[in-house]
C-alpha cells in the first residue's frame, strides 16, 4: 500500500532564504522565497548558481528527511519520470507535451541539527481547486480534454508500473510558462503496483481501508486493496463529475467513510442511469457514464484500453486545442442587469411609438365643416353604389384572369410567400410574432388594433414589416375607382330629377 499521511508526519522548520543546496549530481541551487506548503513539506523558489536567472524556472520541495511522502515522489521520478524518458514517449505517442512536472535534481542538507530531504522540481502555476473555488464548475469541454490529458500521464506512469492515487484537483496545475496546458503533479501517494512485471494480488485489508482523499478514492482503496490501473481511472472519472457537476453524491457523508463507500457502490452499481440523472440542467453527462462503466468493468489486474477510453471522451476525434477555463457556471447565460434595462425600455419606447401612431390614425382628420360634409357625400356614395361597386369589382378581376399575363399571377403569389416568412426586428419579433404567419392577411386571427379606419385595410406597421406590396395588390385598381365614382354620380343626377319632378308636379 502506499504511505498514509498520518500525524507523525509535521511541517519542518522553514529554511532561510538565500541558503545554498547541493543535490547528489554537484549543481548548486539558491532558495529564493517560500510560496507555499504542499502535504508535509514547504515549497520554496530556486535559482541555480552558474545560470541566475530573475524570474525562477525551479522549484524545491523542502521535508524532514524522516518523513514519507517526499521519498516516495523521489523514487517515482528516479524510476519512472526522468527526462529522457518522457521526451522518448512523447516522440512515441506523437503527443505535444506530457502532464508530468520535470524532475531536475534531489539530495539532502542539514538545518538547526535536523536533516532535510529536497528535491527540485519544474515551477507550475495555478492548480485547477483555486479555480474551481473561483467559477464552481468548468465547461463540459474543458473537462473531456482534462480527462483526456490525464489519460496520456496515467498509461505513463502505469506502463512504468507506478499507479498515481491521488488524482484531484488540487493537484493538476497550470504550466508557469505555458497555462494553457495541465500537468499532474505530487507523487507523494504514487505505489509501484507491478514490480518488475509482477502485478500485486487482491487482497481486502480493512485497517488499511479508506486511504486517499475521500471525496474522490476508488472503492478498493476503501476496502484496504492495494490500487490498480483501474483506480486511477475511477478517481480520475469522480473528478470530472466533480469538474462538470460541481458536487458529488457524498459530499455530505465525507466524515463517514462508510456511507462514502456505499454511495460510491450505488453510483457504480447503477450505471449509466445513476450518472445521467446526476447532470446538471442542459448538460450531459454521457461520457462520464460510459468512461465509469469502463473503468468499473476491468479486472483488478487488466490493462485499460486508453485509445478506446479517449474515443469515449473525445468520439469525434477533435483535435485538442489550448485549455481555457470560464470564469462563470457553464449553462447559464446571464445577461448584465443594464443590458436588460436598456433592452426593455427600448421595448418600452417602441410600443409606445407604435401605439400612438396607430391612435393618430384613428383620430378624426376632418377639421372643418368642408371636409365633414364631404366625407358624408362620400358615404352615401357608397352606400348608393354599393351593389354597382361589388359588380364592378368581380368584373375587374375577371378582366385581370382573362387577359393579364401568367408572370403577374405568379409576381403576386410570390410576394405573397415571402412576406410570410419576414423576420422583423426586435424587439417586435418579441411581441409581435403573429404578424409573421403565413395567416397574416387572415384580418380575423389579428389583434384589434391591427385594423386601419381608413378603408385601405393596411396599418403603418403592415407598412413599416414589407407587407404593403403584396397587400396592395387586392385594392381597387384607378380604373375601376373612376368607373364607381362616375355611376354614382349619375345615379345622384337621375335621382336629383326625379326629386324635382315629383316636386313640382
Known amino acids: 500500500m502506499p504511505p498514509k499521511r498520518n500525524d507523525k508526519y509535521k511541517l519542518p522548520d522553514p529554511l532561510p532564504e538565500g541558503k545554498v543546496l547541493d543535490d547528489t549530481e554537484g549543481r548548486r541551487w539558491v532558495l529564493g522565497k517560500m510560496i507555499g506548503s504542499g502535504g508535509f513539506g514547504l515549497i520554496y523558489l530556486a535559482f541555480p548558481t552558474d545560470k541566475p536567472d530573475e524570474d525562477a524556472r525551479h522549484v524545491i520541495k523542502v521535508e524532514y528527511q524522516e518523513n514519507g511522502p517526499l521519498f516516495s515522489e523521489l523514487k517515482f521520478y528516479q524510476r519512472a519520470a526522468k527526462k529522457d524518458c518522457i521526451k522518448r514517449w512523447i516522440a512515441l505517442k506523437q503527443l505535444d507535451y506530457l502532464g508530468i512536472p520535470l524532475f531536475y535534481g534531489s539530495g539532502l542538507t542539514t538545518f538547526k541539527g535536523r536533516s532535510y530531504r529536497f528535491m527540485v522540481m519544474e515551477r507550475l502555476g495555478v492548480d485547477l481547486q483555486t479555480l474551481a473555488d473561483r467559477s464552481g464548475t468548468f465547461e463540459k469541454s474543458t473537462v473531456l480534454q482534462l480527462a483526456i490529458r490525464m489519460l496520456d500521464v496515467l498509461e505513463y506512469i502505469h506502463e512504468n508500473e507506478y499507479i498515481h492515487g491521488d488524482i484531484k484537483a488540487a493537484n493538476l496545475l497550470l504550466g508557469y510558462k505555458n497555462p494553457d496546458r495541465v500537468y499532474l503533479a505530487d507523487y507523494g501517494l504514487s505505489y509501484r503496483y507491478c514490480p518488475n512485471g509482477n502485478h500485486k494480488q487482491y487482497q481486502e485489508n480493512p485497517r488499511k481501508g479508506h486511504n486517499g482523499t475521500m471525496e474522490f478514492t476508488s472503492l478498493d482503496a476503501h476496502k484496504g486493496v492495494a490500487l490498480s490501473r483501474r483506480s486511477d481511472l475511477e478517481i480520475l472519472g469522480y473528478c470530472t463529475l466533480r469538474w462538470l457537476c460541481g458536487k458529488l453524491p457524498w459530499e455530505q457523508d465525507l466524515k463517514d467513510p462508510a456511507a462514502v463507500q456505499a454511495a460510491k457502490t450505488n453510483l457504480l452499481d447503477e450505471l449509466p442511469e445513476s450518472v445521467l440523472r446526476w447532470a446538471p440542467s442542459g448538460s450531459s453527462c454521457r461520457e462520464i457514464a460510459q468512461f465509469l462503466e469502463c473503468a468499473h468493468s476491468l479486472a483488478y489486474d487488466e490493462k485499460p484500453n486508453y485509445q478506446m477510453l479517449k474515443k469515449i471522451l473525445n468520439p469525434g476525434g477533435i483535435p485538442l486545442g489550448p485549455l481555457e477555463f470560464a470564469t462563470h457556471r457553464p449553462g447559464v447565460n446571464v445577461r448584465p442587469p443594464d443590458n436588460q434595462k436598456q433592452q426593455a425600455d427600448s421595448q418600452k419606447v417602441v410600443t409606445n411609438q407604435m401605439q400612438n401612431r396607430l391612435m393618430e390614425k384613428k383620430a378624426p382628420s376632418e377639421k372643418s365643416a368642408e371636409s365633414r360634409a364631404r366625407r358624408k357625400q362620400e358615404q352615401d356614395e357608397e352606400k348608393l353604389g354599393g351593389l354597382m361597386n361589388n359588380r364592378t369589382t368581380q368584373e375587374t378581376t375577371r378582366r385581370r384572369q382573362k387577359y393579364e399575363p401568367q408572370e403577374y399571377l405568379n409576381e403576386v403569389k410570390s410576394s405573397l410567400q415571402k412576406s410570410s416568412c419576414i423576420q422583423p426586428p ?36 403592415e407598412s413599416s414589416l414589407g407587407l404593403w406590396p403584396a397587400m396592395s395588390q387586392f385594392t381597387l385598381s384607378e380604373e375601376t375607382k373612376t368607373g364607381v365614382y362616375f355611376y354614382s354620380l349619375l345615379i345622384l343626377f337621375l335621382l336629383m330629377l326625379i326629386f324635382l319632378a315629383l316636386y313640382f308636379l
Not at 409581435?432 to 403603418?460: L, M
Open 426 to 461: 426586435n424587439p417586435f419579433y418579441e411581441y409581435h410574432q403573429d404578424f409573421t404567419s403565413p395567416d397574416i392577411h387572415n384580418k380575423s386571427r389579428s389583434p384589434d388594433w391591427y385594423t386601419d379606419d381608413v378603408g385601405t385595410g393596411v396599418t403603418e406597421l
